[in-house]
């Protein structure tokens, strides 16, 4: 039984890749990412949290972010540099890692973010397998779907989780249907996806300009 259980274990390490590599991966899956509007209804631990979120996100420049009560946030390099109101509430959720696509840009964020790409492990997620890079241990953790390469969830320390679940195809685009933050509390913010499209977006649409912009008459 000795022998079997360390042959059995030498197999599954076989099957482990280097964190390296899973990150060269995870670029390759992305190289054709384009700018996305993203729509969805939330839910939130905050009582005056709105109830519908619009994320209009570039894979290099950031992100704009709109609510259904007028606020507007400019998200960058996983802060809000500009919005109607700072510190930004939880619920204005960063989703850049959903689509960095340059490999230089991703291992950027994980250092930035304290993931030891040199450390890598399989675990469940789900219903399949996952990669996670820093491994379960460390206080940040990128778990990667091993099969679809689709983000699954991110662990940093003093920061609510984040899951992304429920990855489907809206038109044309493979996203989550499903984003949630928790902490040790439970549920911080949900955002339900309704609706993913790619848009033309560009620096020029990224400005302060934007925050303090009135907004564009509806057309009916």
Do not use: Y
Not at 1 to 18: D, H, K, Y
Not at 83 to 96: E, F, I, N, Q, Y
Request: glycine residues 10%.
């Amino acid at each position: 039984m000795t022998r079997l259980a360390g042959a059995l274990a030498i197999v599954w390490l076989a099957f482990v890749l280097p964190g390296d590599r899973v990150v060269g991966l995870l670029a390759e899956s992305r190289a054709n990412g384009q700018p996305l509007r993203v729509e969805g209804k939330l839910t939130a631990r905050d009582s005056s949290a709105p109830s519908r979120l619009t994320i209009e996100i570039h894979p290099e420049l950031g992100a704009r972010i709109a609510d259904d009560e007028g606020g507007r946030w400019l998200v960058a390099n996983g802060k809000a540099t500009a919005g109607t109101k700072l510190p930004a509430p939880a619920w204005v959720l960063d989703l850049a890692p959903l689509v960095l696509r340059h490999e230089g840009e991703l291992r950027g964020w994980l250092a930035a973010e304290g993931v030891d790409v040199g450390k890598n492990e399989l675990a469940r997620c789900g219903g399949g397998d996952c990669w996670v890079l820093g491994t379960r241990q460390a206080g940040s953790q990128l778990w990667i779907d091993k099969a679809a390469f689709d983000l699954r969830r991110i662990v940093r320390p003093g920061a609510p989780r984040s899951a992304f679940d429920e990855w489907q195809v809206f038109g044309k685009v493979r996203f989550p249907a499903r984003i949630e933050l928790t902490d040790d509390g439970g549920s911080v913010a949900a955002l339900a996806v309704e609706r993913v499209t790619a848009i033309p977006l560009a620096a020029a649409d990224l400005t302060p300009a934007w925050v303090t912009a009135p907004p564009a008459a509806k057309t009916r």
